[in-house]
């Protein structure tokens, strides 16, 4: 794991999260206020945020967001789930042991 506080420009004073969690290759990521639970996985070019109606996502345990995805909004992520690469969640949810990948979502077994 790495300590957070080598990366901690990437993560604004807003966001609420854990001690663990991977930032596997986070150059032009943007992770703002959000509710988020250990064991968060980043790649590189992810945007976690809210939406317009000042709404943010909550990330439960295990959650995996690969190269230049996006999560905006009000949207629940179930645990142990990821997102694709160049996936865009605008104010949806994906439930736990699942992954969308290119807007497709399916139950991990």
Not at 49 to 69: A, C, D, M, R, W
């Amino acid at each position: 794991m790495i300590d957070k506080n080598i990366f901690e420009e990437l993560i604004s004073l807003f966001a609420k999260h854990n001690d663990i969690f991977h930032l596997e290759h986070p150059i032009g990521s943007a992770i703002r206020q959000a509710n988020i639970k250990n064991y968060l996985v980043v790649f590189q070019g992810v945007s976690i945020g809210g939406n317009l109606k000042i709404e943010y996502p909550t990330l439960e345990e295990g959650v995996v967001f690969f190269s230049n995805s996006t999560l905006i909004g009000s949207s629940q992520i179930g645990n142990n789930s990821a997102i694709g690469a160049v996936v865009q969640l605008y104010n949806k949810n994906l439930s736990e042991n699942s992954a969308d990948s290119l807007g497709i979502q399916k139950v991990l077994q």
